[in-house]
Nanobody, 120 residues
Framework: QVQVVESGGGLVQAGGSLRLSCAAS????????MDWYRQARGTQRELVAT???????KYADSVKGRFTISRDNARNTVYLQMDTLKPEETAVYYC??????????????WGQGTQVTVAS
């Protein structure tokens, strides 16, 4: 079994910063791509940032220059540093990990989500 757990969400004022963390654990052989998504109330889930196992990153246009995704492969952990946050970025932020299990199955796992609220 594999678990993916996010942390670091909370309340921040517009223009402020938060750092989210996401750790994958359990019956893991390796972790490949890790992503951050977000879903605001009444909207569809959207991709915010992604990072490959080798550290190649991609970002949604709306967050380029303000957000930074990184990872610690030794800890199977991905981070999202969010700076200059905007009220419209209030959402539940979800982590996705593409995992090769010890049974050598390639599967995606989702975290439970962490609430980010940006107050104006």
């Amino acid at each position: 079994q594999v678990q993916v757990v996010e942390s670091g969400g909370g309340l921040v004022q517009a223009g402020g910063s938060l750092r989210l963390s996401c750790a994958a654990s359990g019956n893991i052989f390796s972790v490949n791509t890790m992503d951050w998504y977000r879903q605001a109330r009444g909207t569809q889930r959207e991709l915010v940032a992604t990072i490959s196992s080798g550290g190649i990153t991609k970002y949604a246009d709306s967050v380029k220059g303000r957000f930074t995704i990184s990872r610690d492969n030794a800890r199977n952990t991905v981070y999202l540093q969010m700076d200059t946050l905007k009220p419209e970025e209030t959402a539940v932020y979800y982590c996705r990990a593409v995992v090769v299990t010890q049974a050598r199955l390639s599967l995606q796992y989702w975290g439970q989500g962490t609430q980010v609220t940006v107050a104006s």
